[in-house]
């Protein structure tokens, strides 16, 4: 599985951004695609997920109502619409895939980085 996030950059408090995963190397049919951030010195955090078939999402509490993920079954893409961004939400984003057999996040992408100025 090759993830190829896009889309990171700099924006004003109360902007928006959107970010690009596309996936590739396999069908993700029951897959869970994920996105995650982290910033230097502190852990990776959930963000938001989505299962690939059904379209289910989750989200952290810190992006609820602000963020939204979707997919593109035709293209293979995910994305992260982000609206209203905050200072805080500075990070580096990074896409991941669950496999149906995983317990964990086994694909990652290269990470993009979202830069929030107040």
């Known amino acids: 599985v090759q993830l190829q996030a896009s889309g990171g950059g700099t924006v004003q408090a109360g902007g928006s951004l959107s970010l690009s995963c596309a996936a590739s190397?396999?069908?993700?049919?029951?897959?869970?695609m994920g996105w995650f951030r982290q910033n230097p010195g502190n852990e990776r955090e959930f963000v938001a997920r989505i299962y690939y078939t059904s379209g289910r999402e989750n989200y952290a509490d810190s992006v609820k109502g602000r963020f939204t993920i979707s997919r593109d079954k035709a293209k293979n893409t995910v994305y992260l619409q982000m609206n209203n961004l905050k200072p805080e939400d500075t990070a580096v984003y990074y896409c991941a895939t669950r496999s149906p057999e995983a317990d964990e996040y086994n694909s990652w992408g290269q990470g993009t980085l979202v830069t929030v100025s107040s």
């Open positions: 190397g396999r069908t993700f049919s029951n897959y869970l």
